[in-house]
């Protein structure tokens, strides 16, 4: 089953540029400033262009009125703030046909109506023809009646979304696709200005299906959308969020926001009370003496041990208040599996075996989080129901050198230089023969991120074990933004093996992470692998009965033991993150929301 991947939204930035400097700006008793140890690439509109935690979080404040919330307590159901009214019936092919109501009075940051055409221009946008050939991938809503026909261009109109009037539409889920755990998540979207991404255009309903009126084109698209200077990917100023961007600094990757005043609140009514927010990178070695000296209020997100023990330690004097949380996602050894060496499983397996799981999480985390064994992290629901089971079931791999050299025997890496017998007492690289008969060395290539202490562990380990028994790892640096352009396949991959973390989307559903198709390869398939096993049970986790959370662990966990077996990704850690934040930020509560751009709109600043 393919699932759909996350949207988003955002555009036009030129009356701002007579404003002052970010550093003159945005410093006032009433602004928060946010730090976070990831940098922001800009990517504030959609995932289908990469991902970061920090952009996620940027998303999360600009982007808002989905049809079906995710809440605090762990449910997902319809979002009262903007459903009135939601109607299900069955088809008789047995399609489900959902009609929403939306509630009246709804509104964008500058004051223009939300209504049923910004819900539906959502999912027509993205499922375009136009954003297949624009995106390196674009969402798959096959679930939706009529989408192929639709996203093939063979028709104009998606003949599932239908525009009944100003404030109702409806979706037709096709009966192929059901049961599926996360069932309502099939008629989620959130609104998009059309007439800011797509200006002239309308959205409108001949009998047939809803469909774009008006010309956009892929060049349309592309001024509207990737513009270095005004385009919606960076610089929306038309959105339905808690918080507007006031402005974005590419070169210094600082954003300041204010209050939306028109939002009218998340699924529970909530608006947020701090007028506005400044979010910008800070390096872990700076945090404690920023937050001293006043130059940041708030950092989320901090997982180095070392910062953690000295924010939490004595002789701090209140003056910093630290929260808690298990992360939902965790650090990993990507491969790219497409290349000639890693693509083999006992390669990736002895890799596995050459770095001892006890390190990072003793010396990194300074044991503020633990070694996983799947593909998953610590604050997952799944995880805190079978956690033990975890341990039992899945494949481990300790340190174990003499394993890992068996298993390289195995591969065929059993030759010397000259073509003999390789032996790990004379010292030396060993090979394999290729299909050509030639001899191809065990020899590596490791992405390192800037100044990033973890990833410099795990190289250390690779190059100490490796080195014993006739490896080699070959090592360069790159910059975070640069570094994910290449995890995503946006550029050439030039590395083999790289340290990354990665964060989990609340609907845990890993169907397009491990399609095998071409067409996947890349910003959704990340790790380049193309086993059809694999691809098979990750779409069966999701498909049980909406809600059925028993069918749904028995799924997850056969497809986590498959997973830990073919290592598509060696797992490394998952951890608690600790917020750190000055005393006079109040009801800040991390550990209770997904990010802290939905914390925020909780708390208070008393000055």
Known sequence: MKRAAALVTLVCLIALWGMPSLAENGQGADTLKVGHTTRMNGNFFSDLWGNNTADIDVRSLLHDYPLVAWTRGGEYKINRTVVSKLDRSKADNGDTLYTVTLHSGLQYCDGSPIQSEDFLFSILLMASPQIRQLAPISPDYDYISGFQAYHAGAVPAFSGLRLIDDLRFSVRIKASYLPYFYQLSYINSYPLPIRVLAPGCAVADDGQGAYIKGEMTVESLSASILDGETGYMSFPQVTSGPYRLVRYDMKAHVAEFEKNPYYKGNYEGQVPGIPRLLFREVRNQTILSEMEAGTIDLVNKVSDGEVIDNAIGPGRGGRVKAVPYPRTGAGFLAIACEKSVTSSVLVRQALAHCIDPEVLPRDFLKNHGEKIYGYYGLGQWMVEETKEELKTVLPQYPLDLEKADALLREDGWVYNEQGGDY??????????????????????????????????????????????????????????????????????????????????????????????????????????????????KAREVCKVPAGDRKAFLKNWLDFQRYWAEVLPMIPLYSNTYFDLFIPQLTDYHPESHWNWGSAILYAKLKR
């Open 423 to 536: 032996d790990r007492k004379a010292g030396g690289l060993r090979y394999r023969k290729s299909n050509d008969g030639k001899l191809k060395p065990f020899r590596l290539t490791m992405a390192v991120l800037e100044e990033n202490k973890a990833a410099y562990m795990v190289l250390d380990m690779l190059s100490s074990n490796l080195g014993q028994i006739g490896g080699m790892v070959d090592h360069f640096v790159l910059p975070l933004d640069q570094a994910l352009r290449q995890h995503y396949s946006l550029d050439i991959r030039q590395f083999d093996i790289l340290f990354m973390g990665s964060n989990f989307t609340y609907l845990f559903d890993p169907t397009i992470t491990y399609q095998v198709e071409e067409e996947y390869q890349g910003t959704a398939n990340t790790s380049g692998i193309q086993d059809p096993v694999l691809a098979q």
